[in-house]
């Protein structure tokens, strides 16, 4: 396995980020996950735009999108595969123990895993942690990730793929690595940036794409909605067949299956929307 790291092509094995890089020590990194297919990223562009946004709410210098484009094609073109898991990571680079940042500049990290299709349903749990839509990271794609890793394994406990989380408000906001899509009525919603929840690359893509509602909805919505799906770059649209104990007989529904049918059918016209 060959990764990019600091301007070069090196060997997995043998590839070394310092102890004292930031991201490491406290956490002061972002990161993208974009989707390979055959050796071409899909959304890239959206992707890349994604990570200067993140990169400004940290105060982390804009990454060099020619840099990030270059590293990408050089760790797909020497490592291929059939569907990968391209991860750009970005970090705060070689700093002080504290949470003061040190002058040594960034550290820029891409590297490729291989992964499989996901079924096209799965079950849900929600958890009982928040996520706070005001706090600092609202929004942004970091490396600080414990919540998601202590929430995803209490869904793994419980015999699902994802936990979902309210925000402080007790609004519906997003699952770990996913967002989340409901038909209440036969009419699509999901929760909106101002809850807390990332923007997602493939959430936007299916708001544009099926005309669904932005709309604030308690974390009980999904007691009643008739369906429900999520959304992430991995998963692409996944119905959900279970929420906690809640069975959702005939899943996927209609508006789901539409959904998941428009998805892949633009996916595919489209690499770069």
């Not at 071409?40 to 840099?67: K, Q, Y």
């Not at 942004?140 to 406990?157: P, W």
């Not at 009980?220 to 992430?232: G, I, K, M, N, P």
């Amino acid at each position: 396995m060959r990764i990019w790291l600091d301007g070069e092509l090196r060997d997995a094995d043998s590839a070394r980020v310092s102890v004292f890089d930031h991201g490491l020590t406290v956490g002061d990194g972002i990161f993208e996950t974009v989707k390979a297919v055959d050796g071409r990223t899909f959304a890239l562009t959206r992707h890349l735009d994604r990570l200067t946004r993140s990169a400004r709410s940290l105060g982390l210098p804009d990454p060099d999108h020619d840099e990030v484009r270059r590293a990408c094609d050089a760790v797909l073109d020497a490592n291929p595969m059939p569907l990968g898991r391209l991860r750009i990571t970005y970090t705060g680079g070689h700093g002080p123990l504290g949470s003061d940042r040190g002058e040594h500049g960034p550290t820029l990290l891409v590297a490729l895993g291989e992964t499989t299709r996901r079924p096209d349903s799965t079950a849900v749990i929600t958890v009982p942690w928040t996520r706070n839509e005001r706090g600092a990271l609202a929004g942004v794609k970091s490396t600080s990730y414990a919540e998601n890793v202590v929430a995803l394994a209490r869904a793994h406990e419980q015999g699902a793929s994802e936990a979902l989380f309210a925000n402080t408000v007790g609004q519906l906001c997003e699952g770990t690595g996913s967002n989340v899509f409901v038909v209440l009525d036969g009419e699509l919603h999901t929760p909106p940036l101002a809850s807390g929840c990332l923007a997602g690359i493939t959430r936007a893509l299916t708001v544009e794409w099926t005309g669904a509602k932005e709309t604030d909805l308690p974390l009980d919505v999904l007691e009643r909605a008739e369906e429900v799906f999520l959304t992430s770059t991995l998963r692409d649209v996944q119905a959900v067949h279970r929420v906690d104990g809640r069975e959702l007989p005939g899943t996927p529904g209609p508006v789901t299956a539409k959904a998941m049918r428009i998805f892949e059918e633009r996916s595919r016209q489209v690499l770069n929307p």
